[in-house]
């Protein structure tokens, strides 16, 4: 996704090892929900008309435009911990959510971490994840 900014807006031309470096603050939005069009629109909309470090740019728009965390995680969190402390409040079962999801993104999604996972691996010289 971050290798693909520079057809959105040529400034935003990013090289591998700066995709592969921004690439885990990505996967910090798409764990919080969002999509793969949301980051993109985050990272593009209402650019200034200089650019002088691409790279500077979209990792301060990933950090600062950063998308809560999913409120059901920190309800099943919370729970934990009371549990873990001896709590003698009742257990209180996970709240359920539907989720509607596009066609394909969730397969989009794992294919990117582990492609993600892969070229880091080989850039580091580590063995490839299985």
Do not use: F
Not at 118 to 128: D, I, M, N, T, V
Request: with cysteine.
């Amino acid at each position: 996704m971050l290798g693909s900014l520079g057809r959105t807006d040529p400034r935003l031309a990013l090289g591998a090892a700066e995709a592969l470096r921004l690439a885990p603050l990505v996967e910090e939005w798409w764990a919080a929900g969002a999509s793969s069009a949301q980051v993109r629109a985050a990272l593009t909309q209402g650019l200034p008309p200089r650019l002088h470090s691409p790279r500077a740019l979209v990792e301060n728009r990933l950090c600062r435009k950063r998308p809560a965390p999913p409120a059901d995680e920190a309800v099943g969190s919370e729970a934990g911990a009371g549990a873990a402390a001896g709590s003698t409040a009742p257990t209180v079962a996970p709240v359920t959510t539907v989720e509607i999801r596009k066609p394909g993104a969730p397969g989009y999604r794992e294919a990117a971490r582990r492609g993600g996972a892969l070229a880091r691996a080989l850039l580091q010289g580590r063995a490839l994840p299985a």
